[in-house]
């Protein structure tokens, strides 16, 4: 961790990813081994597991509500929350196409997530809301960057759902160029 303005970095864990603020920007929340882990940035001491490995998958890609009460996360291809304040996890959805991507972000209205769909043949970000209990299709992503993450079935594209719910932002590619190459006396 390093404030913006520029410093010294300090060593927050040995270890972890899939990262998330706390809402109030007091702690973290981390991926390691499986389980979500909280760090108080004010007082240090050690983190605290927000979830727990039950089902063997391992949980990720953690996104606070935006009133901060809960953590949603992926565990395989469902969507999970667990109280930030501690008690029970539970299964919030399972989405219904088969690719599921890997991040998620909790809005308003729902909690939106990146997905393949092979109706639309297309990676589409969708919503699933709240009050309706249904996933519906926000936007179909266009130009996108292929090959690049490791765990993001080769691609890699985060999005951001602004917090009034009425702008997405995501990386597009307009214009790529591939160079061929002709290798003399190849052996």
């Given amino acids: 961790m390093a404030p913006a ?3 010294k970095a300090a060593r927050v864990t040995t270890g972890g990813e899939g990262i998330a603020w706390a809402r109030d920007g007091k702690a973290i929340y981390y991926q390691q081994r499986g389980v979500i882990y909280e760090y108080k940035l004010e007082g240090g001491g050690e983190p605290r597991a927000i979830t727990s490995d039950r089902r063997g998958r391992g949980a990720g890609q953690p996104t606070p509500s935006l009133d901060g009460k809960y953590l949603y996360y992926r565990n395989g291809r469902s969507i999970w929350r667990a109280p930030v304040k501690g008690g029970e996890q539970e299964l919030v959805f399972e989405p219904g196409a088969p690719f599921l991507l890997p991040h998620i972000e909790a809005g308003r209205a729902g909690i939106y997530f990146e997905e393949f769909d092979p109706g639309e043949r297309a990676f589409t970000i969708s919503l699933y809301g709240f009050d309706t209990k249904r996933i519906t299709h926000v936007l ?3 130009h996108l960057a292929f090959g690049r993450g490791r765990n993001d079935i080769g691609r890699s594209n985060d999005f951001s759902v602004s ?3 009425k702008f997405v932002l995501h990386p597009r590619i307009d214009q790529s160029q591939t160079n061929l190459v ?3 006396n190849f052996k």
Avoid: H, N, T
Wanted: charged share 35%; no cysteine.
């Fill in 182 to 184: 002709v290798v003399e």
């Fill in 163 to 165: 917090a009034d719910g």
């Fill in 5 to 7: 303005a520029g410093a």
């Fill in 140 to 142: 179909r992503l266009e």
